[in-house]
Nanobody, 120 residues
Framework: VQLQASGGGLVQPGGSLTLSCATG???????IGWFRQVPGRAREFVAL????????YYADSVKGRFIISKDNAKNTVYLRMNSLIPEDTAVYSC???????????????WGQGTLVTVSS
């Protein structure tokens, strides 16, 4: 399984950005999660979605600002990030797991991250 995250970049505070995660073909029961990490800090859960049902779950820090969605035909999961703040600056990675779980250990396959920088 190969994952590829893309769409990162520099954005001003209050701006928006959409990340994409190309997952390839996965089981319909798969769960795709987005995580982020700032150098020197632990990886942080952001959001997840179940491929079959579209059920989602968000970290409190992004709830109401970020939206995770999927396009099964394109084997792609998106993370729409709105009202960005400097604290959202991080390397964002996507991962695939089989359980509806926000813990890192629930995800077996990880892709390389994409850097998001929120700065004026």
């Amino acid at each position: 399984v190969q994952l590829q995250a893309s769409g990162g970049g520099l954005v001003q505070p209050g701006g928006s950005l959409t990340l994409s995660c190309a997952t390839g073909r996965t089981y319909s029961s798969s769960v795709i999660g987005w995580f982020r990490q700032v150098p020197g800090r632990a990886r942080e859960f952001v959001a997840l979605i179940r491929r079959s049902s579209g059920t989602t779950y968000y970290a409190d820090s992004v709830k109401g600002r970020f939206i995770i969605s999927k396009d099964n035909a394109k084997n792609t999961v998106y993370l729409r990030m709105n009202s960005l703040i400097p604290e959202d600056t991080a390397v964002y990675s996507c991962a695939i797991g089989s359980t509806f779980d926000s813990g890192e250990s629930a995800y077996r396959y990880w892709g390389q991250g994409t850097l998001v920088t929120v700065s004026s």
